[in-house]
């Protein structure tokens, strides 16, 4: 069997690809290798968003050179956000490579190994450029992807992404995503209900939905506009799916209707990442983000009016393009008051082809960006802290993924081990189980925490009396054996 060896960096919309290609290179006879060298054909799932992670990928490109050289058969490909974006640069610094597959081509893939295997060429696969034709055909040079699902490439077998939407049409000046995903493109939602039908089938509990702005969604069918709380409510139906996220949103698209879809369907979880990036009104026009602070702050308090215990997470740039200690103030201010679940913070990293590449310098100095990240990491960190505290004592239903980071570094092999579940909410909860309850849900409850963990014990269920009364006077028994 040919083996293939992938590696996958970003966002979950690439480990969705990632899981996509495996599914349809499985079609193929190959079968997963664990590590580089004993694969015939090796792929890496890139991402664009930040430097460091192209870094990653042409570093490790680098290390294929010899491999490549020793084993000319073998097959490399780069796919996926920085293929579209670096293209025949890839071929230029890495000319070993065989193939260069954009996100928008990645049906193509099963094909082009099997071209590049046989023909021993070079093959570029990518998708129209924003400006490269009409929306039209740039719509269609971005196909999606989504025909196999492959069980074994998902974080658990209870757990799915389901893609709702491709591209994105915001243009945030930092981010590259719009050019490398295209135009914002809705699914049908007859496929994506269909998909969701074949992962219940498939005993997946609890689906994700994804979109780079997923609440942005609406598909116009007829006479009826679908939108993100009509899919949801359909959804709901599927018998089997337990439970329904969707990730990421854009802050202005959190309609009133998506809100009473989150609060009113049980299986809906109480959780929303809606990303601010900043708490200054002038640097979020900078980022061309298209609200205020004003207007996030009133759709965080619509929010947490209407969802009791909903937990909102938000991801923060720190070091954006002429960044003032003022500004970075206004962002402590809205962290401080905003009690989020969770923030995911970064310094802003400079990405060529976007707008804040051409309009505004990289002026904030490295070692100010550092600082700033940490002392939004550490007010986040006690927020989380005392939000946590809050949970002391109380049940939670935790869907078990399966065993603790803990677990697996010390490679626990026995029934009895650490596990790790979700709540309702999103919180990581980590406990004593038994593997058989990995894909369960059961209820827990807290007696410890830190910022980013609850500790639990499992409650089990009460054994009473009525046990003990089975037991007969011992005349009555001695009276049985006979
Ligand atoms: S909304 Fe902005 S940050 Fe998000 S994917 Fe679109 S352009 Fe990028």
Same mark, same amino acid.
């Given at each position: 069997?040919?083996?293939?060896?992938?590696?996958?960096?970003?966002?979950?919309?690439?480990?969705?690809?990632?899981?996509?290609?495996?599914?349809?290179?499985?079609?193929?006879?190959?079968?997963?290798?664990?590590?580089?060298?004993?694969?015939?054909?090796?792929?890496?799932?890139?991402?664009?968003?930040?430097?460091?992670?192209?870094?990653?990928?042409?570093?490790?490109?680098?290390?294929?050179?010899?491999?490549?050289?020793?084993?000319?058969?073998?097959?490399?490909?780069?796919?996926?956000?920085?293929?579209?974006?670096?293209?025949?640069?890839?071929?230029?610094?890495?000319?070993?490579?065989?193939?260069?597959?954009?996100?928008?081509?990645?049906?193509?893939?099963?094909?082009?190994?099997?071209?590049?295997?046989?023909?021993?060429?070079?093959?570029?696969?990518?998708?129209?450029?924003?400006?490269?034709?009409?929306?039209?055909?740039?719509?269609?040079?971005?196909?999606?992807?989504?025909?196999?699902?492959? #069980?074994?490439?998902?974080p658990t077998p209870y757990q =799915?992404? *389901? &893609?709702?939407?491709?591209? /994105?049409? +915001?243009?945030?000046?930092?981010?590259?995503?719009?050019?490398?995903?295209?135009?914002?493109?809705?699914?049908?939602?007859?496929?994506?209900?269909?998909?969701?039908?074949?992962?219940?089938?498939?005993d997946?509990l609890?689906?994700?939905?994804?979109?780079?702005?997923?609440?942005?969604?609406?598909?116009?069918?007829?006479?009826?506009?679908?939108?993100?709380?009509?899919?949801?409510?359909?959804?709901?139906?599927?018998?089997?799916?337990?439970?329904?996220?969707?990730?990421?949103?854009? #802050?202005?698209?959190?309609?009133?209707?998506?809100? =009473?879809? *989150? &609060?009113?369907?049980?299986? /809906?979880? +109480?959780?929303?990442?809606?990303?601010?990036?900043?708490?200054?009104?002038?640097?979020?026009?900078?980022?061309?983000?298209?609200?205020?602070?004003?207007?996030?702050?009133?759709?965080?308090?619509?929010?947490?009016?209407?969802?009791?215990?909903?937990?909102?997470?938000?991801?923060?740039?720190?070091?954006?393009?002429?960044?003032?200690?003022?500004?970075?103030?206004?962002?402590?201010?809205?962290?401080?008051?905003?009690?989020?679940?969770?923030?995911?913070?970064?310094?802003?990293?400079?990405?060529?082809?976007?707008?804040?590449?051409?309009?505004?310098?990289?002026?904030?100095?490295?070692?100010?960006?550092?600082?700033?990240?940490?002392?939004?990491?550490?007010?986040?960190?006690?927020?989380?802290?005392?939000?946590?505290?809050?949970?002391?004592?109380?049940e939670v239903t935790v869907l078990v993924e399966g065993p603790s980071k803990t677990a697996e570094k010390h490679g626990d092999v026995g029934d009895r081990l650490q596990l790790t579940g979700r709540t309702?909410?999103?919180r990581i909860v980590v406990f004593e189980g038994s593997r058989r309850q990995i894909g369960r849900f059961l209820p827990v409850v807290v007696y410890d925490a830190n910022?980013?963990t609850l500790f639990g014990e499992v409650v089990t269920e009460h054994v009473?009396?009525?046990v003990?009364?089975?037991?007969?006077?011992?005349?009555?028994?001695?009276?049985?054996?006979?």
């Amino acid at each position: 069997m040919p083996k293939l060896y992938i590696e996958t960096v970003g966002c979950q919309m690439n480990m969705l690809d990632s899981e996509l290609v495996v599914a349809s290179l499985r079609k193929d006879g190959y079968e997963l290798a664990a590590n580089a060298a004993d694969a015939d054909t090796i792929l890496f799932n890139t991402c664009s968003v930040r430097q460091h992670a192209e870094d990653k990928i042409y570093s490790a490109l680098g290390r294929l050179k010899n491999a490549k050289r020793e084993h000319p058969d073998k097959v490399i490909g780069v796919l996926g956000c920085m293929a579209q974006k670096d293209q025949d640069l890839i071929f230029r610094r890495a000319p070993y490579v065989d193939l260069v597959v954009g996100p928008g081509q990645l049906h193509q893939v099963p094909a082009l190994v099997r071209e590049a295997r046989t023909e021993r060429r070079q093959w570029m696969e990518v998708s129209l450029g924003r400006t490269d034709g009409s929306r039209d055909e740039i719509e269609r040079s971005h196909e999606s992807f989504d025909p196999l699902r492959d #069980p074994a490439m998902r974080p658990t077998p209870y757990q =799915a992404f *389901v &893609r709702i939407m491709i591209g /994105c049409d +915001k243009f945030c000046t930092y981010c590259i995503v719009p050019s490398v995903r295209g135009p914002e493109q809705s699914r049908p939602p007859a496929a994506i209900l269909a998909e969701a039908r074949q992962l219940a089938d498939e005993d997946c509990l609890e689906i994700t939905l994804l979109g780079q702005t997923v609440n942005s969604y609406r598909y116009r069918e007829g006479e009826r506009t679908w939108r993100l709380s009509d899919l949801i409510a359909a959804l709901h139906e599927i018998e089997g799916i337990a439970r329904i996220k969707f990730v990421t949103n854009y #802050p202005k698209d959190m309609t009133d209707d998506l809100l =009473a879809a *989150v &609060r009113d369907l049980p299986k /809906c979880s +109480k959780y929303l990442h809606v990303p601010v990036q900043s708490g200054s009104n002038a640097v979020l026009k900078r980022m061309k983000r298209g609200y205020t602070v004003e207007e996030y702050r009133e759709m965080l308090a619509r929010a947490y009016d209407s969802i009791p215990g909903v937990a909102v997470t938000s991801d923060f740039i720190v070091g954006f393009c002429g960044e003032t200690d003022e500004e970075f103030g206004e962002t402590i201010d809205l962290v401080r008051d905003s009690r989020l679940k969770n923030s995911f913070i970064f310094k802003y990293s400079e990405r060529p082809g976007t707008k804040g590449a051409e309009l505004y310098a990289d002026d904030v100095p490295e070692d100010v960006k550092r600082h700033r990240n940490n002392s939004l990491l550490s007010l986040q960190n006690k927020i989380c802290e005392e939000d946590n505290e809050a949970f002391f004592g109380r049940e939670v239903t935790v869907l078990v993924e399966g065993p603790s980071k803990t677990a697996e570094k010390h490679g626990d092999v026995g029934d009895r081990l650490q596990l790790t579940g979700r709540t309702n909410c999103d919180r990581i909860v980590v406990f004593e189980g038994s593997r058989r309850q990995i894909g369960r849900f059961l209820p827990v409850v807290v007696y410890d925490a830190n910022a980013h963990t609850l500790f639990g014990e499992v409650v089990t269920e009460h054994v009473g009396p009525e046990v003990f009364s089975l037991a007969l006077p011992l005349a009555a028994a001695e009276s049985q054996k006979e």
